[in-house]
Nanobody
Framework: EVQLQASGGGLVQAGGSLRLSCAAS????????IGWFRQAPGKEREGVSC????????YYADSVKGRFTISSDNAKSTVYLQMSSLKPEDTAVYYC????????????????????WGQGTQVTVSS
């Protein structure tokens, strides 16, 4: 059974940093894409970042480029999202998601592209 467990959220002041973790079980990363999404109150869920284990590429939303970094520890089956220079507008519930893309055309920022989802972790950035 594929499971994803997101953790690492919390309350941080603007300019601070947090590292989110997405612990995966029930599958290996080969051929998968792991994405991070976020949803702020009253807003639609949006793609933040993605790492593809099919093509080795990483992807970022324009709003987080240069501030967030996605990485993985395959031995721990965990994908991380290092968030720096946080802004109040980064406040949201963050979710990780996975899909066995296996090289098919894949639009990383669309939530419908992902088959498996973890529960969210709250990130609150105070001004």
């Amino acid at each position: 059974e594929v499971q994803l467990q997101a953790s690492g959220g919390g309350l941080v002041q603007a300019g601070g940093s947090l590292r989110l973790s997405c612990a995966a079980s029930g599958f290996t990363f080969d051929g998968y894409a792991i994405g991070w999404f976020r949803q702020a109150p009253g807003k639609e869920r949006e793609g933040v970042s993605c790492i593809s284990f099919s093509n080795g590429r990483t992807y970022y939303a324009d709003s987080v480029k240069g501030r967030f970094t996605i990485s993985s520890d395959n031995a721990k089956s965990t994908v991380y999202l290092q968030m720096s220079s946080l802004k109040p507008e980064d406040t949201a519930v963050y979710y990780c998601a996975a899909d066995p893309t296996k090289g098919r055309p894949f639009y990383w920022g669309l939530q419908n592209e992902y088959h498996y989802w973890g529960q969210g972790t709250q990130v609150t950035v105070s001004s």
